[in-house]
């Protein structure tokens, strides 16, 4: 496919996977209708970048599926001045979304070479106001923090109490929280110390590993 092809196919993504299910944020619809998706995944499946289903990136993980990455970024109403930390960088995908949003993004994978792959398709996106870093997210980010908004994109037992922790005042976090096969998306609201949780819609997520998240054994 040339790029016109793929600008046809990422404008067909926004109309019927985004806008037709209801998301309206402005903002989302752009970036998502502006960031080349297929750059952010392995060449052989750049054809299939603007499929409604998530894909496999390598290390067994996956780039979530766009309306799942509209639906959240939507959920988590990020505002211009914000600073985002992102847990599961993955492809970079959900990153350079967030990007396009926000102030400054951190964004955290614990695997090295996920990590050292999405930069690199980071920087060659133009998105300079991401930094991407190893380790295990699960615990946040505590040495860039604190964290105008939070995004977990792998699915955890609890929300994270370090990640509460790491969330400003008047902040907001989104994760998937359930067991390991099915999982719903829950909003956290930080007002002044007091942290206000719904529940949204389902949906299933790899899982978060580490010291708040799932052990590889469970
Ligand atoms: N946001 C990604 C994207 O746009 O491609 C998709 C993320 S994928 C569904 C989940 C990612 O979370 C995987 O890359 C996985 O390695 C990562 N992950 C799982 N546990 C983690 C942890 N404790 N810290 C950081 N990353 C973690």
Redesign the pocket.
């Known amino acids: 496919m040339n790029e016109t092809g793929y600008t046809e196919a990422r404008r067909t993504m926004v109309e019927s996977q985004l806008r037709a299910r209801g998301i309206r944020d402005p903002g989302v619809l752009r970036a998502m209708e502006e960031i080349p998706r297929h750059l952010?995944v392995p060449p052989d499946l750049a054809k299939q970048a603007y499929d409604d289903r998530?894909l496999d990136?390598g290390?067994?993980?996956?780039?979530?599926q766009p309306y799942m990455?509209a639906l959240m970024s939507e959920l988590l109403a990020v505002e211009p001045h914000h600073r985002v930390l992102?847990?599961?960088?993955?492809?970079?995908?959900?990153?350079?979304?967030l990007a396009a949003l926000a102030r400054e993004v951190v964004?955290?994978?614990?695997?090295e070479n996920?990590a050292r792959q999405?930069a690199g398709r980071l920087r060659d996106a133009g998105c300079g106001n991401v930094r991407v870093v190893v380790?295990?997210?699960?615990?946040g980010a505590r040495d860039y923090g604190p964290f105008d908004r939070i995004?977990v994109?792998?699915a955890s037992p609890l929300v994270p109490p370090s990640l509460k922790e790491q969330l400003a005042a008047g902040g907001r976090l989104v994760c998937p929280v359930g067991t390991r096969h099915a999982q719903k998306l829950v909003v956290v609201d930080h007002g002044d110390g007091v942290f206000e949780e719904s529940e949204g819609v389902g949906c299933v997520?790899?899982?978060?590993?580490?010291?708040?998240?799932w052990s590889e054994d469970d």
Do not use: N
């Open positions: 952010f998530p990136i290390a067994g993980q996956t780039i979530s990455v992102e847990v599961g960088t993955g492809s970079g995908y959900q990153a350079a979304i964004t955290i994978e614990r695997f996920l999405a380790g295990d997210g699960s615990a995004i994109t792998a997520f790899v899982p978060l590993l580490g010291k708040e998240g």
